[in-house]
């Protein structure tokens, strides 16, 4: 008998150990030590709300607001990387019907766990960050979608709306400026899936987390056909930030094209895995070094899944030589995406991890398109019968050709977060194919260590 | 008028329309399965790609509405080979059921496996095993395997029939559709689904392996259910047995569906419920001997003016033309002035929509063509308790009735057996075995059934609708027309004195 | 006739009143029924501990839907068990981190420990076993969550006592 | 011409000797073996057919002992002479879902093309190696499956070289 809802007594962040590493530029995690700022007041004696005073009280219009977000030349911290002054601007201005902002906190993609980091230790930065954008595009309501399976997030975000409600934050005439705004949260229920966009729109509607067809674009027809934009937890809480400093001193910070920074979660094979906050642009190298400490055990990189289990894999020559921003990582074909960090050393088998992320996708493909939903089972099946019975060489042809016919022939791009990864290690670690056609590899499938060399 | 460009040539197609229907319109066949004109949109099955100049990435046109200056490419090589591999994606985890399934022959991966797959399977790995011939109630059966997820039946009841009763479960390549704990479907529009699935996965028990589709002709007919008309397409083997009925698309009267009520009614006119001889008191005899003996008792009655003493019986399941045909000989020719008939107006005037889309009260198909041609020719309709009055004072020698094939006459017509005196001559025309049962001692003439006619019907809305079967399944079995016909020729001849029996 | 009309609310199961009062709050936070269906079957589950067929049928009624679309919700996501589960539901993470740091080595040994596959539950009722994917938690793999609570850094040792104080009724606090 | 000829034309019993020798030394030759004799003394010999030989059909088995044939009509549709009339119908074994009821072949009207055996695709009609049948009316003719996969001369070895895997069905709506 499951019963979680009440039985939390001591409500607490639960990820604790983020002391900052040297590398480091924390500018939303620049007091996530301090204890309880998870609170509001400890929030507000540290600066918070500012920008929302400085927001409503002097009733900005809504177009210079838009564009400063537009200047500092944000982009969305959940995976895609698109600007997000443009996904506000593109909100239809004279519509009647209502307006919705989204707060993506699905983070399920395998690797990230930095989102849990903001809703636990700064979940008014996140609530500051949403009202502000709900101004910006006269959204009446917005809802965080927490992923079902963070319940301890859950709960803080939830306390921390109702403080923000009794402070006036939210509600009816917020701080007299006449704009009134609601704020829900939504569990989720356990689907990769509703991460993606439309996906969650489906899912806040009450239906199956089905990613809607596009066109009509969200801003256009989401959430119950109304205008609605969806950002990730990360980019909402930059908001602040950015309207309390200017988009210019924010627009200083990172590479010209990728401002800003980033919350990395980094784990794997390495010393220190946990999440760390790190200007855009800070080369690879300083970075393991530095921040998280090197690898583990002093093993060797081998390759290096950058932005979550949707990247395409990089080898240890091209991680070496990249910096961590969107350019230099595409430059070397692969995505920044979500910014989830796996780093693997020379003891791991990079078959297995292929056959282990298509078990993920093949469990979390929603089923709709055809392509996705036979593909995804396909690839997987392929790989375990290519690692458990016999390896075959028309395997890797195979792979090849399913995974390139799934690329950007579905409503979401699910299909292409397995195909793209899967074409990455075809052909970047056509060798460790090679040691299961041989039949030399005898990797043991239960953590996909290589045996022979310990 | 939006002026559209598929393949480098120029097409006018109203601004709006669907993409994939201009197209099919225009003879060009873009493969699709979960598009259907009636439904929504899904885009799931990813078969309609088409490519667009300077756009690297391939759009579905089902999601695509005719706009002016819209171009695409349906037939490049970059298509053919997403078409053909999005059918593999399809075929991988498909049964080979061909040989039980009774969607061979038209089901919907078989036709496009034949115009644009054409190769042998890459998958080595086991197919994904689901629930086989599970009962959804007494007409569906449904079959999970063969089921391509594309979701046409759950889009069906959620829009059209709003009963929601099936829906997609789990996810991934778990998906399986059915409905909650696969109990029975109470749906009345459930075997549009049937129709509407592009492949074996729900196939009709009424259908279920009776015959194969290829030997199957189709005609275009007019189902005789109820009142509301819908377009039907009749199934039959060389004319000799009907299988099933299929709706036809009418965007007035019924657009792509029809209602489980109406399914059975070509049952009527096989083998086992048809009269296929004329009979005399039990004694089988040939059809044109059986219209000269009606003639010579007619006759004996025209030639001593006893006209007042004929009647005749009729009922709105005749077609317009029958019912003028009928009026013309026996009124016009032969002075028969006694005409009765069920009571069109009352079921006229109380006929509602039983359910919220098409069914409706008035079990007879053609009401309204009967009102328009009987007052047309100023035909004077007596009702049943006068008939009864009049038979019950042995007023009436002769009795011509027109039976038809439904159970909704054989009220009256079991009123009218009960009335009958004993000396009186009565003739019945029906094609319905069960008819001629019940007026064994009288004389007994096949007529065709609503599925072989050729006539025009007109539904609740006066809408004329054409039956336009040409095929006959017994040799003796007359139309109405051409029974009256010949009764008129034979009248005609010169006729040597025959006593009246 | 749509499949509401002929049945009558007289399904088994009923919201406790502060469930019902529950309820009425979350029907108030959106805009659409339907949009609650998520959050009112998450109170169903807690209330009734698993969705059963009478939870959905209840559910259908009081959203105002057809069982067949509560049943998709309910099939589609994780979370929501169609079968009871233990007093104790264990949900090993199975993915990359977590599974380079040795997950599927702790569930195999649980599952052989107590016999049981997932959607089963231990004879005396108290553990169940589920695989669930990346619960967002690979910083400190590998982990696993019990009722919903997250266990991280787990080791063999730490699994061991973790098991003996659930099986006691009060799982240690993380 | 020569005197002999010249005898042979006046008289007629020459040419008869002449023919009785001949047909005296057939009878000799054959009645005493040193000819080998084509005939044979049927039907307690036989004379051995190629085994393309396309006799009386034969329906398989499975190795369970069902028919083989799942009733999907290729044979009929593929017949020229139109002469294999198939009832389907629900087949008594769950695991089975449609098998023929009957299935009548009209040997009257069937030419032994063998078209039904190439159009089958599981193997379940094949052309037999026996082609003695003889009937007193026509009706008798339409052979059906009792002869047709029963009968004596098979010796029960007309098993189908095509195997269906087995299949089991288990509820999917997912367990947990």
């Known amino acids: 008998m499951i019963k979680h809802t009440q039985h939390y007594k001591n409500i607490r962040p639960m990820y604790v150990d983020l002391t900052p590493q040297p590398g480091e530029k924390r500018l939303l995690m620049e007091h996530v030590q301090v204890p309880n700022i998870h609170t509001l007041p400890v929030y507000e004696s540290k600066g918070g709300y500012q920008a929302l005073k400085k927001v409503l009280e002097s009733k900005m219009d809504r177009e210079t607001l838009i564009k400063e977000v537009q200047g500092s030349a944000v982009r969305g911290r959940g995976g895609a990387g698109f600007p997000t002054g443009n996904k506000w601007n593109f909100v239809p201005k004279n519509t009647d019907k209502p307006h919705y902002l989204l707060c993506n906190a699905d983070e399920s993609e395998p690797g990230t766990f930095k989102d849990r980091v903001i809703l636990e230790h700064l979940p008014h930065m996140m609530i500051e960050g949403m009202i502000i954008g709900s101004y910006a595009i006269q959204a009446a309501r917005s809802y965080v979608y927490i992923r079902g399976e963070y319940t301890y997030a859950t709960e803080i975000v939830d306390r921390a709306i109702q403080e923000a409600y009794k402070a006036g934050y939210l509600g009816k005439n917020i701080l007299g400026s006449g704009f009134d705004h609601e704020m829900v949260v939504h569990r989720g229920a356990g689907a990769y899936i509703c991460g993606e966009e439309t996906g969650l729109i489906s899912s806040l509607e009450g239906k199956k987390g089905w990613p809607k067809l596009k066109p009509p674009f969200p801003a256009v027809e989401g959430y119950l056909r109304c205008p609605t934009v969806v950002n990730n937890v990360e980019t909402l809480a930059c908001v602040p930030w950015i309207i309390n400093h200017g988009a210019e001193a924010y627009a200083k910070i990172g590479t010209p094209k990728s401002t800003g920074t980033k919350m990395w979660s980094v784990s794997g094979d390495v010393t220190r895995p946990g999440v760390y906050e790190v200007e855009n642009g800070i080369p690879f190298k300083d970075f393991l070094e530095k921040v998280c400490g090197g690898m583990k055990g002093g093993r060797k990189l081998k390759a290096l899944i950058p932005g979550g289990s949707s990247a395409p894999i990089m080898t240890a020559e091209e991680a070496m030589s990249c910096t961590l921003d969107y350019e230099s990582i595409a430059s070397k074909g692969s995505m920044l995406g979500s910014g989830g960090m796996v780093v693997l050393d020379d003891s791991r088998d990079l078959v297995q991890v292929l056959k282990n992320l298509a078990e993920f996708y093949r469990e979390e493909s929603c089923g709709q398109c055809t392509p996705c939903r036979e593909g995804t089972g396909w690839l997987e099946k392929i790989l375990h019968s290519f690692t458990e019975r016999q390896a075959r060489r028309e395997d890797l042809q195979l792979l090849k050709t399913t995974s390139q016919n799934m690329i950007g022939r579905t409503i979401c791009v699910l299909a292409d977060s397995i195909a793209m990864p899967v074409l990455s290690y075809l052909e970047k670690f056509p060798g460790e194919f090679e040691n299961y056609l041989q039949g030399s590899s005898n990797t043991s499938s239960m953590s996909g260590r290589v045996k022979h060399n310990g | ?501 | 006739m749509t499949a509401l009309e002929n049945k009558k609310i007289e399904a088994p199961v009923k919201f406790s009143p502060e469930a019902q009062q529950k309820f009425e709050k979350i029907l108030t936070q959106y805009d659409s029924k339907r949009s609650s269906l998520l959050p009112v079957l998450h109170l169903a589950q807690d209330e009734f501990g698993y969705c059963s067929d009478a939870v959905v049928e209840y559910v259908s009624q009081i959203m105002e839907l057809s069982p067949a679309q509560v049943m998709e919700v309910v099939s589609f996501y994780t979370m929501y068990h169609r079968k009871p589960t233990g007093q104790n539901h264990f949900a090993f993470c199975m993915t990359l981190s977590c599974w380079m740091g040795g997950t599927h080595q702790l569930y195999k040994n649980f599952c052989a420990r107590f016999g049981i596959k997932p959607g089963e539950v231990t004879p005396d009722g108290k553990f169940s076993v589920g695989k669930m994917e990346c619960l967002g938690s690979c910083g400190t793999a590998p982990m696993l969550s019990v009722n919903e609570t997250y266990y991280e850094s787990m080791t063999p040792e730490k699994l061991n006592r973790l098991i003996e104080s659930c099986r006691k009724g009060e799982p240690e606090v993380p | 011409m020569s005197a002999l000829a010249e005898l042979e034309k006046r008289s007629y019993w020459i040419g008869i000797v002449k023919g009785l020798l001949i047909t005296g030394r057939h009878f000799i030759l054959n009645l005493t073996g040193i000819r080998k004799r084509p005939t044979i003394e049927y039907p307690e010999k036989r004379r051995k057919y190629s085994n393309r030989f396309m006799g009386i059909h034969v329906l398989t088995l499975k190795p369970t002992g069902e028919i083989a044939c799942t009733a999907c009509m290729l044979c009929a549709t593929n017949c020229p002479a139109d002469c294999i009339h198939i009832v389907a119908a629900e087949s008594p074994n769950p695991n089975i879902e449609k098998y023929p009821a009957v299935y009548e072949i009209d040997l009257m009207r069937c030419v032994f093309c063998g078209f039904c055996e190439e159009a089958c695709p599981v193997d379940a009609v094949r052309m037999g190696r026996d082609y003695e049948y003889a009937e007193l009316s026509e009706r008798n003719f339409v052979i059906g499956i009792d002869y047709l996969a029963h009968r004596p001369q098979l010796k029960k070895k007309n098993v189908s070289v095509f195997h269906e895997p087995e299949k089991t069905f288990k509820s999917t709506v997912r367990a947990d």
């Open chain 2, 1 to 501: 008028m939006a002026k559209v460009k598929i393949n480098g040539k120029d097409f006018e197609v109203p601004t709006g329309q669907n993409l994939v229907d201009a197209a099919e319109n225009l003879g060009i066949d873009i493969p699709h399965y979960c598009y259907h004109p009636g439904l929504s949109i899904a885009g799931q099955c990813r078969m309609c790609y088409v490519e667009q100049p300077g756009n690297s990435k391939l759009q579905i046109a089902c999601n695509m509405k005719c706009s002016d200056g819209l171009e695409v490419i349906t037939d490049s090589p970059k298509v053919k080979d997403a078409v053909k591999w999005s059918l593999e994606f399809h075929l991988i985890n498909h049964p080979i059921d061909c040989p039980i399934c009774d969607q061979a022959g038209e089901c919907g991966l078989q036709d496009y496996y034949m115009e644009v797959g054409k190769y042998s399977s890459e998958m080595r790995e086991h197919k994904q095993i689901k629930q086989k011939a599970v009962d959804l109630g007494e007409k569906i059966v449904l079959d999970k395997e063969r089921c391509i997820l594309c979701g046409r039946c759950v889009r069906f009841t959620q829009e059209v029939s709003k009963t929601s009763e099936l829906g997609i479960y789990n996810r991934g390549d778990r998906s399986v559709i059915g409905t909650v704990n696969d109990e029975v479907m109470k749906d009345n529009y459930q075997v549009n689904t049937v129709d509407i699935c592009p492949v074996g996965a729900l196939t009709s028990k009424d259908f279920r392996f009776e015959q194969r589709v290829w030997f199957l002709k189709e005609v275009s007919s007019v189902c005789n259910g109820c009142s509301a008309g819908c377009n039907i397409d009749t199934h039959h083997k060389s004319g000799k047995h009907i299988y099933r009925l299929k709706p036809r698309y009418n965007p007035e009267v019924n657009e792509y569906w029809m209602c489980d009520d109406g399914r059975p009614t070509y049952k009527t006119a096989n083998y086992d419920h048809r009269l296929t001889a004329a009979k005399l008191g039990g004694v089988e005899l040939p059809t044109n001997e059986a219209v000269t003996t009606w003639m010579n008792d007619l006759r004996t009655l025209i030639a001593t003016e006893r006209t007042d003493e004929i009647a005749a019986w009729i009922h709105p399941d005749l077609t317009s033309e029958e019912i003028t045909s009928i009026v013309k000989t026996l009124r016009d020719e032969f002075g028969i002035s006694q005409f009765y008939s069920e009571d069109a107006d009352k079921s006229a005037r109380d006929d509602k929509t039983v359910d919220q889309l098409l069914k409706r009260a008035d079990l007879w198909c053609n009401t309204q063509g009967f009102l328009k041609v009987t007052s047309a020719l100023k035909l004077k309709l007596g009702s049943l308790n006068q008939l009864e009055e009049r038979l019950a004072q042995a007023k009436i020698n002769h009795l011509v009735i027109f039976g038809s094939e439904k159970n909704v006459g054989v009220q009256s017509l079991k009123r009218i057996r009960a009335a009958l005196p004993a000396d009186c001559f009565t003739v019945l025309i029906s094609p319905r075995l069960q008819n001629a049962e019940l007026f064994s001692h009288s004389l007994a003439i096949p007529s065709i059934s609503h599925y072989e006619k050729n006539g025009t019907i007109m539904n609740w809305k006066k809408i004329e609708q054409k039956l336009g079967s040409d095929f006959r399944m017994f040799k003796s079995a007359w139309s109405v027309e051409e029974i009256l016909t010949s009764l008129s020729q034979e009248y005609q001849r010169p006729q040597k004195e025959v006593s009246r029996a």
